[in-house]
């Protein structure tokens, strides 16, 4: 076979792949444009007009997306108190912005000391209904801010 033939299919080879991989992201982009709200809504947005700006938002959405920020609960009590506080605030917030706990995805769970975590699970299970969300749990070197045994947000379908 001559070189320049082996070039010459090389490069048939690759613009089809690249014409197919061009149709497939139209496809797909156009579906999801039309499928999607990209407006950006937030637990602040009904601020105070000429107050100053949050430090951040409590929930923000976008798409078909929830974001919560983190909770944690700085009262007296132990990890199943503040657990079951925590996940009561997430309940709350999902609740604001359109959710539900049972349309969460992903968790993320920061621990002030690492031997809370069987006392912690056992408060966590069965929050999110039978499927539960993924979830990431960490101890939080230094501890989590405040007095907060736990802190925990979440990301959830709207």
């Given at each position: 076979m001559h070189p320049t033939d082996t070039a010459s299919r090389r490069s048939i080879v690759t613009s089809l792949f690249g014409a197919i991989a061009a149709a497939a992201a139209g496809l797909f982009g156009t579906a999801h444009a039309q499928t999607s709200d990209t407006a950006k809504k937030t637990s602040t947005d009904d601020?105070?007009?000429?107050?100053?700006?949050?430090l951040f938002s409590s929930w923000v959405t976008y798409g078909g997306l929830v974001f919560i920020a983190g909770k944690g609960e700085h009262g007296p009590g132990d990890i199943t108190v503040h657990t079951t506080s925590v996940l009561n605030q997430l309940e709350a917030e999902l609740?604001?912005?359109g959710s539900?706990?049972?349309?969460?995805?992903?968790?993320n769970v920061y621990l002030h000391d690492?031997?809370?975590?069987d006392a912690m699970n056992a408060v966590f299970r069965g929050r999110f209904g039978p499927n539960p969300p993924v979830r990431?749990?960490?101890?939080?070197?230094?501890?989590v801010?405040?007095?907060?045994?736990?802190?925990?947000?979440?990301?959830?379908?709207?």
């Amino acid at each position: 076979m001559h070189p320049t033939d082996t070039a010459s299919r090389r490069s048939i080879v690759t613009s089809l792949f690249g014409a197919i991989a061009a149709a497939a992201a139209g496809l797909f982009g156009t579906a999801h444009a039309q499928t999607s709200d990209t407006a950006k809504k937030t637990s602040t947005d009904d601020a105070a007009p000429g107050s100053a700006p949050p430090l951040f938002s409590s929930w923000v959405t976008y798409g078909g997306l929830v974001f919560i920020a983190g909770k944690g609960e700085h009262g007296p009590g132990d990890i199943t108190v503040h657990t079951t506080s925590v996940l009561n605030q997430l309940e709350a917030e999902l609740k604001k912005a359109g959710s539900s706990m049972d349309k969460v995805l992903k968790v993320n769970v920061y621990l002030h000391d690492l031997r809370d975590y069987d006392a912690m699970n056992a408060v966590f299970r069965g929050r999110f209904g039978p499927n539960p969300p993924v979830r990431t749990t960490i101890a939080a070197y230094g501890g989590v801010p405040g007095a907060s045994l736990v802190e925990i947000d979440c990301i959830a379908a709207r």
